[in-house]
């Protein structure tokens, strides 16, 4: 029995797994799952949440399979993946190095967010306005020189 042939097996168990969970929180109603849920029971809903994160983890499996796959086998193009990750990397630890602890506390959930915390959300949204700037860069230098041709 080949890969292909257990795959679809699988792909068809979960459809008709997901579409009678799915069924069963149609029927359910809205009202009632919130009501359920209020009080700390989300039985009808953990089944499909279940399912959905099977799917999610044979999805990324195929993806690092296949990702690291084609690394090995084709190595002229592990540099550049090897220089964008360094690259990526590089991004990070200058937007950690730049973010500075906030003084301000922070609330969530009734939670005081801690200083790392802070520290972390702050080089996160440094690194992302990096990327966002390299992003538009790159996508304006393309422009400019398929003009210039």
Do not use: C, W
Request: hydrophobic share 60%; proline share 1%; aromatic share 8%.
């Amino acid at each position: 029995m080949g890969l292909h042939k257990i795959l679809r097996i699988l792909v068809a168990i979960l459809s008709v797994l997901g579409v009678i969970f799915l069924g069963r929180i149609i029927g359910e109603g809205d009202d009632a799952i919130k009501a359920a849920a209020l009080e700390g029971d989300t039985a009808i809903v953990d089944p499909i949440a279940y399912i959905a994160y099977v799917v999610l983890g044979i999805i990324l499996a195929f993806v690092v399979f296949f990702v690291l796959k084609n690394l090995v086998t084709h190595t002229a193009s592990l540099k550049g993946t090897l220089i964008g990750v360094g690259l990526f990397a590089a991004i990070l630890i200058v937007a950690y190095a730049v973010s500075g602890g906030d003084t301000t506390v922070y609330k969530y959930n009734n939670q005081v967010a801690t200083e790392t915390e802070s520290h972390m959300a702050g080089a996160g949204l440094i690194a992302f306005y990096i990327l966002i700037i390299a992003a538009a860069a790159s996508m304006l230098l393309a422009g400019v020189k398929k003009m210039i041709k």
